[in-house]
């Protein structure tokens, strides 16, 4: 399991990694991190999650993380 977490976290890293430079090559990287998010987010709450007795607390996981990525996106710096 710890394997699996491990994973997932650096799967997590690379995945914000890429939106944050395709954000900073848009000419308005906020519109597209917070369209880019609501976009992720329905895909969330639209998931078929069989097999799990608890899907919901699935989904709010999975929600959660979401938003815990895109809020380490900070806007580029004016420098």
């Keep these: 399991m710890d394997e699996l977490n491990g994973r997932m976290i650096a799967c997590q890293i690379l995945i914000t990694g890429l939106i944050a430079r395709v954000a900073n090559d848009s000419p308005d990287p906020l519109r597209f991190l917070t369209d880019y998010r609501d976009e992720i987010k329905a895909v969330v709450r639209g998931i078929n999650i069989a097999g799990m007795e608890n899907t919901d607390r699935v ?19 004016s420098d």
């Design 59 to 77: 989904r709010q996981a999975a929600l959660q993380t979401v938003d815990e990525m895109f809020s380490l996106m900070k806007p580029p710096s």
